[in-house]
């Protein structure tokens, strides 16, 4: 079955304590995102992949790291988490060779950070 | 820059009434235009796309028009039911630039009661 996986589903975590969220696809797609989805501001992107070892930013990447050694992953990095990164977290893929290809998303991470 | 504008929420509606959700956008060239749909607790799918202008996209008893003289791609159904409550996200990516990045509306919160 083709599938965007997250891990971990829910986390709660202390202020300063590094964590990563990581996110998996089956589909062999060229490019992955992130997003955080907050009440009132919809879906931001944090960081995106064009392709093994591409990575940029999106419109949050403030407190982030990304890396992306292998196609299939896409890890997120909280290096020092703060309380305003609590959200929600989706990751998402999609071919990459042209606008008409839909996103492909995870069921969502919920990052409570105190 | 590219944008989406999406109508506010709630969307509040009783079953088996006609629902309208409007979404605009600014982008250059012609764009492919997706909405997506998200239930509760869950990542967001896609719903339908259309990825030229006068095209109509359909699923599920949703219909959403390409409409490049007004830069709209309107949302609608002629009876909605229980089971539709979500939230509804309009997006694009851009017809040019190489990256196709998707910008995405806030998104609109959908009820239907009983």
């Known amino acids: 079955e083709a599938q965007v996986t997250q891990n971990p589903r829910y986390l709660i975590t202390v202020t300063g304590k590094k964590l990563t969220v990581t996110c998996s696809q089956n589909m062999n797609h060229e490019y992955m995102s992130w997003y955080r989805q907050d009440p009132g501001l919809g879906l931001r992107q944090i960081y995106y992949s064009m392709n093994v070892e591409v990575t940029d930013k999106g419109d949050v990447p403030e407190g982030y790291k990304v890396s992306r050694k292998e196609k299939r992953n896409f890890p997120l990095i909280l290096e020092s988490p703060s309380p305003n990164q609590t959200s929600l977290y989706f990751c998402?893929?999609?071919?990459?060779?042209?606008?008409?290809?839909?996103?492909?998303f995870g069921p969502g991470t919920r990052l409570t950070v105190t | 820059g590219n944008s989406v504008t999406q109508m506010e929420g709630p969307v509040t509606l009783s079953e088996e009434a006609f629902l309208t959700i409007n979404c605009t956008y600014t982008a250059t060239g012609y764009p492919s235009l997706f909405w997506y749909v998200q239930y509760p607790g869950e990542g967001l799918q896609l719903l339908l796309k259309?990825?030229?202008?006068?095209d109509k996209g359909s699923n599920k008893g949703f219909e959403a028009t390409y409409r490049k003289e007004t830069t709209s791609f309107h949302l609608e159904k002629g009876s909605v039911q229980v089971s539709d409550s979500a939230v509804y996200f309009c997006?694009?990516?851009?017809?040019?630039?190489?990256?196709?990045?998707?910008?995405f509306g806030r998104g609109t919160s959908l009820i239907v009661h009983p």
């Open positions: 997006a694009l990516s851009p017809a040019s630039g190489g990256s196709y990045i998707p910008t």
């Open positions: 259309a990825t030229k202008a006068d």
């Open positions: 998402a893929s999609r071919l990459a060779g042209g606008p008409y290809y839909e996103q492909y």
